[in-house]
């Protein structure tokens, strides 16, 4: 059973930063992301992470958030720079037990099983 915690929300300024952090348990998983969901609108990809590294980004984000993950591959992190208005969302941990996982398909949700308990950004 994976069991994921996010860590790091909370405010931020537009066009300042955030990191956030979310450590797996429980097993090993083939992918690690990153999600985001607002009031009212569907669950968004943010990130994502395959076992052999390759990272796959939201159109949305690109270029503004980095993703990462320490060598053990027990802990992601995401780092929230230039934030924006829209990018105020609950932010939700993500793992794949899917080991045919590739970068196309690295992004959440539509592969990924195990989820967090969320934590929340707001930019103002």
């Known amino acids: 059973h994976v069991q994921l915690v996010e860590s790091g929300g909370g405010s931020a300024q537009v066009g300042g930063s955030l990191k956030l952090s979310c450590q797996v348990s429980g097993s090993i998983s083939c992918g690690m992301g990153w999600c985001r969901q607002a009031p009212g609108k569907e669950r968004e990809g943010v990130a994502g992470?395959?076992?052999?590294?390759?990272?796959t980004y939201g159109d949305s984000v690109r270029g503004r958030f980095t993703s990462s993950r320490d060598n053990a591959a027990t802990t992601i992190y995401l780092q929230l720079n230039g934030l924006k208005p829209n990018d105020t969302s609950m932010y939700y941990c993500?793992?794949?037990?899917?080991?045919?996982?590739?970068?196309?398909?690295?992004?959440?949700?539509?592969?990924?099983?195990?989820w967090g308990q969320g934590t929340q950004v707001t930019v103002s």
């Open positions: 993500a793992a794949s037990r899917w080991s045919g996982l590739t970068a196309s398909q690295a992004l959440p949700p539509y592969f990924y099983n195990s």
């Open positions: 992470i395959t076992r052999d590294g390759a990272i």
